[in-house]
Structure formats: C-alpha cells, structure tokens
C-alpha cells in the first residue's frame, strides 16, 4: 500500500510540473534548469538577507538605467506578459546577465516578477567576509547565466 501512495505522489508532482510549462511565457530564454533555479533561489534569499536586492519592474528598470550592474532574475510565468518584455533588452544593453526562472523569481516577503541582485547594499556596507561570501555566490551564479546565455545565441 505504501507503495501507491508515492506513485500518487509522483504523478501529482508530473502534473504541478506540466502546469508550470503551460504557463511559461513563449519569450523566456535562457530558462534556468532546477540547478541553476535552485542557486538562484539562494542567492536571492542572501541578497534580500543584506540589502542587495531590487524588486519590481519599476524598480530593477530604475537601477540598470542608472548603471547598476548584477543579475537580472526574471519570472517566465508572468501574464501579461507585456509587462517584462522590456526587461532582457535593457540587461543586454546594459551587459548584465538575465535569466528567466520557474520558481519564484522574488522569493521575499512579496512576490515580484523580477528582481535584480546587486552586488553590494544599495545604503551601508557589508561586513568583509559575508562580503566575499556573497560576491563568490553572485560570482558563480553569474558565470552559469552567462554560460546558458552563451549556448542560445
């Protein structure tokens, strides 16, 4: 009997999965894999933890134009989906490295459908070594987009 109930399981997750692409929106490439989703996620959650993070359309768009440099994670389930559209042209003219995200682009205390993460504190400074803890975090995750990136164009 207990071998049902994770069959059960298994197909319910199949299914949560198979809505989840249904509603991936036809422009979001480079889509991060579970891997890079899940670094991502962490790095989110350490960058809002020290103030290196901007969310919102309105407020990741503010920060590139003003010259902002980081990574640019962007939710690929968004509708309608004119309302990020704008977003990847501005990371490319800028050369910051985007990814479009499955999982909750804004894992913080309210859901965005993108954020930027920076990498230093937009006000203050970060002790050094949850600085280069950080900026290692940033480092790799920013490496990987770029490589994803790189494999579509």
Known sequence: MGGSDSEGDRSAHKEKEKKKLLALAPIAKPLAGKKLSKRTLKLVRKAAEHKCLKRGVKEVVKSI???????????????PIDVITHVPILCEEADIPYVYDLANAGATKRPTCCVLVLTKPTKGELGEEEQQK???EYDQVASEVTELAATLF
Do not use: H
């Open 134 to 136: 950080l900026k290692a």
């Open 65 to 79: 134009r003003r010259g902002n440099k980081g990574v640019c994670v962007i939710a690929g389930n968004i509708t």
